[in-house]
Structures are given as structure tokens and as C-alpha cells.
């Protein structure tokens, strides 16, 4: 499902116009991002939460070359479902 099906389908579901549908999608995503920037997670009940972690600085070899370059430790946004998001799409076990 693409962004424009999603808002479509979001738009006949709440019986907004697809203007104000798509601001809400708007709103909603900058909030988001306004506490992921706060250095917050964002909990969604029934989806699961977003939040900002830190990867660690590493290593990391060329196969052809085997030159070796190092990685700086970075930010990066991860998502974790909650438990009944994977239950209704049918993921088996959790990963870690």
C-alpha cells in the first residue's frame, strides 16, 4: 500500500475529505518526529513504539580489497511492534 491507497482508505474509514485526512497523516507524523527529536520514544497503543538508538562505532572490511575502515557511532530511528500488532499479522517468535 502506497501513501496515496493509505490516505484513501483512512479518508473512507473516518468520513474526513482527503485534505483533512491528510493533514491529520501530517500532524500526526510531526508529532513523531517532534519526540523522537526531544530524545523521547513515541508509544502507539496497538502498533508499538518508535525511538531513537544508538548504534555503536565498528569495523567493517572490504571482502575484495580487505581494507579496513572504522564506522563512526551514529543515531538511527528503530521501531519495535507491540505484541498485538504481531499477533494480527501473524509473526511467530521474537527476534532479538
Request: with cysteine.
Amino acid at each position: 500500500m502506497n501513501g496515496e491507497e493509505f490516505l484513501s482508505l483512512l479518508s473512507e474509514k473516518t468520513k474526513c475529505d482527503g485534505k483533512e485526512t491528510a493533514r491529520m497523516v501530517s500532524c500526526l507524523t510531526e508529532m513523531i518526529i517532534g519526540g523522537l527529536q526531544d530524545g523521547k520514544s513515541v508509544s502507539l497503543h496497538g502498533l508499538g513504539t518508535f525511538e531513537v538508538r544508538k548504534k555503536l562505532e565498528r569495523v567493517v572490511v572490504n571482502p575484495s580489497t580487505g581494507k579496513r575502515t572504522l564506522f563512526p557511532p551514529k543515531l538511527v530511528v528503530g521501531f519495535r511492534p507491540s505484541v498485538s500488532l504481531k499477533e494480527k499479522v501473524g509473526v511467530v517468535g521474537d527476534k532479538k
